[in-house]
């Protein structure tokens, strides 16, 4: 059941709803639990509410973005050449607290390929909860 929690809250902190897996995880360690189990748990977990992030982007129409958040296109334009420049390592910076949501979805509304950036951040990710898991 705790590994569910863990996929849930960390599902939770890789979505734009503000939330961290940290302090859950590193409490699920010193209450003994499998490390490997964790880090898979972690990882899935961070991974889809990334991608769910990816796919925010990715179906969002530039009248929402202007009408609702009040960002011009011209402006969102100017991010298009860093992702362009960076293309997919670009994902491997998701995880970032706060600026790792607006990466995410970055990526899915200038339509970088979806397997891509999946692979790149997973793997990411999986180094930053193994790296976590270290300490």
């Known amino acids: 059941m705790n590994y569910i929690l863990l996929f849930l809250s960390s599902f939770l902190a890789a979505t734009i709803i503000p939330f961290s897996s940290e302090a859950h995880f590193y409490y699920l360690i010193s209450e003994n639990y499998n490390l490997w189990l964790l880090l898979v748990a972690a990882t899935l977990g961070n991974t889809v509410g990334g991608m769910t992030s990816y796919y925010l982007g990715y179906f969002l129409k530039w009248s929402w973005l202007e009408k609702y958040f009040r960002i011009r296109r011209v402006k969102v334009q100017q991010y298009e050449l860093k992702i362009a420049r960076y293309g997919f390592s670009m994902a491997a910076l998701c995880w970032l607290p706060i600026i790792g949501d ?33 300490i």
């Open 102 to 134: 607006v990466i995410a979805v970055a990526l899915g509304l200038f339509k970088l390929k979806w397997w891509k950036v999946l692979i790149v951040m997973f793997f990411s990710k999986a180094l930053r909860y193994y790296l976590l898991g270290l």
